[in-house]
């Protein structure tokens, strides 16, 4: 964990190959390792960089963090590890302002249909539902007709 935190502080924009240094260490921490706590904290180092950088990199920080390593969530086995990454989907896809919404809204549905366990596609539909009433008048409207249109996928 000491390992991540350091990877973590030392990954900003100032670095040269920084979002190469920052998908290293999802693929070590996350990719690999089989410990709940270890593959937690590595996504919220993940969330911890988006927050940071969002700003001036959200379509990199989605393309090279997010998407590629949260893209198996279906499968996850660990429901301490789903949970939290639902979150962190669910969150981000209320705040993202680049064209990734639509991936996140994807892979909530993709969770909400395929997921592991009952219990996992639950807590996606769930996040589905809070992210449409959330979202009513916040979003663009082409943005809340996708995740209605989803959600109409489950009738």
């Known amino acids: 964990l000491e390992a991540l935190s350091m990877v973590r502080e030392h990954t900003h924009p100032a670095h040269t190959g920084w979002l190469q240094t920052a998908a ?3 693929e070590s921490f996350y990719g690999v390792d089989n410990d709940d ?3 937690i904290r590595s996504l919220q180092a993940v969330w911890q960089l988006v927050g940071d950088y969002r700003v001036m990199y959200e379509e990199e920080l989605m393309d090279s963090l997010v998407l590629p390593f949260l893209s198996s969530l279906p499968k996850e086995p660990s429901e301490t590890v789903w949970t939290f990454a639902l979150r962190f989907v669910s969150e981000l896809s209320r705040s993202v302002q680049c064209d990734r919404f639509s991936e996140l809204l994807e892979l909530l549905a993709k969770v909400a249909n395929q997921g592991d366990s009952p219990a996992m596609r639950l807590s996606a539909l769930r996040c589905l539902l ?3 009433e959330t979202t009513f008048s ?3 409207p082409s943005r809340f007709l996708s995740v209605y249109s989803s959600l109409l996928s489950f009738l």
């Open 24 to 26: 290293g260490m999802m």
């Open 37 to 39: 706590e270890v593959r």
């Open 130 to 132: 809070s992210l449409f």
């Open 138 to 140: 916040r979003i663009p």
